[in-house]
């Protein structure tokens, strides 16, 4: 098989394809207008702030419409900013909003455009000036609004962009009507002003305390595993145990209770971010995948992209688990000679290549060709979504029960992405012995992802490190040197029994 481009030629493409456009800001129109002020008869522009609309037609205190994007950019989960239209009067009451263009993956696809009206419209009727956060209804000194099943971060983007933008507006709008009114020396107007309120993270991040300290002294029992692997897996009925425990947990609680699985679009929206001006606000929004992307980050330069792969994504997890129960059923599935499965590991980068090719273009277009990744169906969604996608996910899982881990092997993009680092990784901790491959294929055998050459080495471009390989290299009943030393080992010791047997019984013949 070829070697995969080099690394720095692979980061300095995928940047050059991901940097962001700066857009330009577009005057509001009255059928624009409408979409939020029905009542609305004309616009103007309010001088002396360029983005900022005054509304004519509607009754009480003026009404302001403006597009967010001219007064703040919040990056997103795709790593672009969210365009909302919004209507507020000048005492700081939302009138209505709207979504004008976006990039988010999930409501390309999986979010309907009437769940995403319904979350907007909550919105109107509210004051700027309320602390407004998603599913802050339970905490004092909040107003709380209902968030998009699924898309808890978007929602929490678009919240915050809405509020920080009317903040900005209303600011604007207070100096140029003080401005004029000293000019016209005329009483000053009842605007509102709006306190500047905490980053929206922080609330993300008390939100999701408990699951935050769950995940961390998980993974820190993760961390003591693999500095301990040497002894763990001497220990063989424990560590499988302990292994299946963990893949329960992984499943269960990353994937269906935290809706922690990564994605090839987390690092597209990373490196959008990077190319658009770093900002950690948009990181920081979800704690439980910041905590795990900053692990994998560790963990790939120490043991390689194998431990999220082998440990921590749920989807694998879900794959393991179901080969695992196969086998113990009775049934080994079957697998696909070594030169053809080499051959399909190209399949992933491949995907790879074409979803960041497609980000060039925008991330809408590249989220829909990341639906290869059946994640966001299983684990963010939950199966509640159109037939075809559940399908195509219920047949990936079917499809491991006959060979073991069919999607990790052949088609994952965040695998093939996560591999390119892999080369970076600094030490060697899987054991290997110089019989490994010249003949033993023990481990080859049982290898379920197949990165182990014919030869003995381990693909550390591969490998999921699921360390079973080496309890089979500490284990005398099935590494054929290590059974060799034992059975030596038991000849001397029926020897050594022989000898004292037969001294015994010419002492006793004596007497």
């Keep these: 098989m070829r070697d995969i481009p080099a690394m720095p030629t692979i980061l300095l493409w995928l940047a050059s394809c991901l940097l962001l456009t700066p857009g330009l800001s577009l005057a509001v129109s009255l059928t624009e207008a409408q979409r939020v002020i029905p009542s609305a008869t004309a616009v103007s522009p309010v001088n002396g702030v ?29 790593g672009s900013p969210v365009n909302l239209l919004v209507g507020i ?9 709207d979504l004008l263009s976006h990039q988010e993956p999930i409501l390309v696809v999986g979010i309907t455009d009437q769940h995403l009206k319904a979350f907007v419209d909550q919105l109107a009727g509210k004051q700027a000036t309320d602390r407004i956060r998603v599913g802050a209804s339970d905490r004092a000194g909040y107003v709380g609004i209902d968030g998009l099943s699924g898309a808890t971060i978007t929602a929490m983007v678009i919240t915050r962009t809405v509020t920080l933008a009317a903040e900005r507006v209303l600011t604007a709008w207070t100096e140029q009507a003080a401005a004029q009114q000293v000019q016209q020396h005329t009483a000053p107007t009842n605007t509102a002003t709006v306190p500047e309120a905490e980053p929206v993270w922080h609330w993300s991040w008390q939100q999701h305390r408990v699951k935050v300290a769950v995940l961390a002294a998980a993974l820190t029992i993760l961390l003591l595993v693999l500095f301990l692997q040497d002894w763990l897996v001497k220990h063989k009925l424990f560590f499988q145990r302990f292994r299946f425990a963990w893949m329960l947990f992984t499943v269960i609680y990353i994937g269906w209770i935290c809706h922690a699985q990564l994605s090839v679009v987390n690092l597209l ?17 979800d704690p439980v995948v910041f905590l795990l992307w900053g692990f994998v980050a560790l963990s790939i330069l120490l043991w390689g992209r194998g431990v999220y792969c082998g440990w921590l994504c749920p989807f694998g997890a879900a794959q393991e688990l179901l080969s695992k129960l196969s086998r113990a059923s009775g049934f080994e599935g079957w697998q696909i ?76 993009p965040l695998g093939a992405a996560l591999s390119f680092v892999t080369r970076f990784k ?25 990165a182990i050459k014919p030869t003995g080495e381990i693909i550390d471009n591969e490998c999921h490190y699921c360390l079973e390989c080496q309890v089979t290299y500490w284990d005398d ?14 000849r001397r010791f ?18």
């Design 337 to 412: 000679p070594h030169a053809v499965h080499e051959r399909l590991w190209a399949i992933k980068y491949l995907l790879l290549i074409a979803i960041c090719g497609l980000a060039l273009d925008s991330m809408a277009n590249a989220a829909r060709l990341a639906e290869v990744e059946p994640f966001k169906t299983v684990f963010v969604m939950q199966f509640d979504r159109p037939p075809a996608y559940v399908f195509y996910a219920l047949l990936l899982l079917v499809i491991t029960v006959f060979n073991s881990k069919f999607y990790c092997k052949y088609l994952c």
């Design 89 to 97: 009067t000048t005492q700081g009451q939302f009138v209505g909003v």
């Design 477 to 490: 009943h099935r590494c054929p040197p290590v059974v060799r030393k034992r059975k030596r080992r038991e």
């Design 50 to 78: 360029p983005g900022l609309y005054r509304v004519a037609g509607s009754q009480g205190p003026p009404v302001l419409v403006f597009q967010t994007d001219d007064f703040v950019r919040i990056p997103a989960y795709s």
């Design 269 to 285: 929206g990373f490196a959008r971010n990077l190319a658009g001006g770093f900002s950690w606000d948009s990181l920081l929004l």
């Design 426 to 450: 600094v030490f060697d901790w899987l054991r290997r012995r110089v019989e490994c491959g010249h003949p033993c294929q023990t481990c080859a055998h049982d290898c379920q992802i197949g």
């Design 494 to 511: 029926v020897s050594a029994d022989a000898v004292i047997a037969t001294d015994a019984g010419g002492y006793g013949g004596k007497n």
